[in-house]
């Protein structure tokens, strides 16, 4: 199971605007390369079973299982600090392995 906690912010934003969120790992590429990056969505999945369910702070949080990766003390979601009327919800401690498929190993 994931240990997962959410701010006193994060969770007081969560509980006035929706009743539960997920995590999804989204795909990302740039000049430097191509990685999975977790982002925080204000949504209930369509498919759970591919999440791992976690209540945290009484709210239901829905993790994308595959390839997941906790750090060690545990992943914290809070409410981003970006100076801006506008607030969105960001996930610390968690990450997803980066996939390359079709990629041949070299010897």
């Known amino acids: ?9 994060a969770r007081d934003y969560i ?6 969120i997920t995590v999804e790992s989204i ?3 740039s000049c430097c390369g191509y990685s999975n990056e977790p982002v925080v ?3 209930k ?10 209540i945290a702070g009484g ?3 829905y993790v994308f299982k595959e390839g997941a990766v906790v750090a ?3 992943a914290r979601i ?21 996939y390359f498929g079709g990629i041949p190993e070299s010897d």
């Open 1 to 9: 199971m994931i240990k997962l906690e959410i701010s006193k912010e």
């Open 15 to 20: 509980l006035n605007n929706i009743d539960a």
């Open 27 to 29: 795909s990302m590429a």
């Open 41 to 43: 969505f204000e949504y």
């Open 45 to 54: 999945p369509s498919a759970p079973e591919h999440y791992e369910e976690v």
């Open 59 to 61: 709210i239901k949080v």
């Open 72 to 74: 060690p003390g545990g």
């Open 78 to 98: 809070c409410l981003a600090d970006n100076n801006s009327p506008f607030k969105w919800l960001n996930i610390e401690g968690l990450r997803y392995k980066d």
